[in-house]
């Protein structure tokens, strides 16, 4: 028998499904999710000295700081980084995977359908009875079923909003693997440079003093000095020697990294790197802004940020189960005992409905989810006020380094020079027997011990520089396409 609906039955179900579609999306139980204020300071406690501008960079300056170096060389190690590195790669799977999440959450919110046909052949024989007769027949049927889950106390709409923060969260997160990238790459390639100069300065006093140790042993051998001397300065080029081997070993390892950091096996650079090139000059000005700009470009506080607002919706998940559930149901199919009659209107059948479920009882279940889902927002509300300090803090220090390394830097280029002048002289009185070999050596020791530190401050004043940057969030471009482009 067909299926066939009353009329006012029809009308009594189109009127409750109306209804029904009027109250989904009303309510949105949960708390709405408001961003924190940040209330950084207006400006900077360190004294900004040193080159360090309190105006703001711009964005452009700030995507490339690494180009105000001037170097090609690390230019374009810092863009073989941004298209091969492996942690890139991850972080942008890792955006594809939340865009991906939000989806599958937004896809819970319309109803689902689904198609079916089928033939059916049946028959019986009743053997026990030699009267029985063989009945068999064939049922010929297609339908269409659809359901949904009314979003009423919008449940749903909570988890695509946590899945959207999520998204967000993700995108904020590849950012901040491009400023850490950035600043690991150029940090290395300073640290090659650097150990490359303190080798040269090891290298240079090297023979400086062999010829001192020869100068020594031939006033022995004329009878004109004490053996003490050339062992005395037989032992002070021994010692400079042994710092060599260490330095070259820095020097492979800066390389094997520079080659990982480039999505390469450990030696790949080593002919692109052998040539030695100076340590990168650091721009005479660097723009600093103000705290609260920092703080915008930092991509590590908007992930926090957007980690907190993704919690607070879940909690508006958790909530909605404390509520009703409501389905509608509905189906049009077509049976038949013959094809021909398949697409007749006596084959039609339909049904509509629906169907509700509320728990009455969970031994506190759901409740017990909605605390654990609060505990967790403020767990993530924390930690965003922690990842602002901490950012205040990395500027902070980063701006003290630079300046107070640059200082250092040029109290010793001055201390250099004076210690060339007293190296020179020392050799000029002792090759002349005016002064003993004791003030030869210790003018030598000075000037190799003043020689290198000065090479290392050098490099440490562009490593200092690189931190700040990274600390300043630099490394990104902003803009809606951030995440699938990073900073040439």
């Known amino acids: ?14 009127a409750a499904l109306a209804s029904a579609l009027a109250l989904a999306g009303c309510v949105t139980v949960g708390p709405d999710y408001a961003a924190p204020a940040q209330n950084p300071p207006a400006q900077w406690h360190a004294p900004l000295t040193g080159g360090l501008d309190p105006a703001g960079a711009d964005a452009a300056t700030l995507a490339t700081w690494w180009r105000r170096f001037g170097d090609g060389g690390l230019d374009r190690l810092v863009e073989g980084a941004v298209a091969a590195n492996r942690d890139l790669q991850q972080a942008r799977a890792r955006v594809r995977e939340a865009r991906a999440r939000r989806g599958l959450a937004q896809a819970d919110l319309y109803p689902g359908a689904s198609a079916s046909a089928g033939v059916t052949r049946s028959g019986s024989n009743a053997p026990a009875s030699p009267t029985a007769l063989t009945r068999s027949g064939t049922l010929y049927s297609a339908g269409f079923d659809a359901s949904w889950e009314l979003d009423i106390f919008g449940g749903g709409r909570r988890a695509t909003e946590a899945a959207q923060a999520e998204l967000e969260g993700a995108e904020a997160e590849l950012r901040d693997v491009l400023v850490t990238l950035c600043a690991e790459v150029a940090g290395n390639y300073v640290g090659l440079r650097t150990q490359q100069a303190r080798l040269a300065t090891a290298e240079a006093n090297l023979e400086a003093q062999i010829q001192t140790w020869q100068l020594a042993k031939d006033r022995h051998e004329l009878g004109a000095a004490t053996r003490l001397a050339a062992d005395q300065a037989l032992y002070n080029l021994e010692s400079t020697r042994a710092q060599i081997p260490p330095l070259k070993g820095a020097i492979e390892q800066s390389r094997a990294r520079l080659a990982v950091l480039l999505g390469a096996a450990p030696g790949t650079l080593a002919a692109e790197l052998a040539a030695v090139a100076p340590i990168p000059v650091t721009p005479e000005r660097v723009a600093v802004g103000i705290p609260a700009e920092a703080l915008r470009q930092r991509p590590d506080v908007r992930a926090q940020e957007r980690r907190l607002a993704a919690q607070t919706a879940r909690i508006g998940v958790a909530t909605a189960d404390l509520y009703p559930k409501l389905s509608l149901l ?13 697409f007749t209107s006596q084959a039609i059948t339909r049904q509509i409905g629906a169907s509700g479920g509320w728990t009455l009882f969970d031994a506190g279940r759901v409740r017990s989810n909605i605390a654990v889902q609060t505990a967790l927002q ?6 965003y006020e922690s990842t602002l300090l901490k950012a205040l803090e990395e500027v902070e220090n980063a701006l003290v380094a630079y300046a107070r390394e640059q200082e250092r830097r040029d109290a010793l280029r001055a201390a250099v020079d004076a210690a060339r002048r007293a190296a020179d002289l020392a050799r000029e009185r002792y090759a002349a027997g005016i002064t003993d070999f004791q003030a ?9 011990t003043l020689e290198d530190q000065l090479a290392a401050s050098t490099g440490q004043v562009a490593t200092n520089l690189v931190s700040l940057y990274k600390a300043l969030g630099g490394g990104w471009v902003p803009g809606p396409e951030a995440a699938a482009a990073p900073a040439p």
């Open 1 to 14: 028998m067909n299926d066939v609906q009353p009329r006012g039955d029809r009308r009594r179900s189109l």
């Open 330 to 342: 509905g189906s049009i199919g077509l049976e038949a005992l013959a094809p021909g009659r398949l």
């Open 378 to 383: 403020e767990q993530a509300l924390a930690a």
């Open 440 to 448: 030869v050596l210790d003018a030598q020791r000075s000037l190799l």
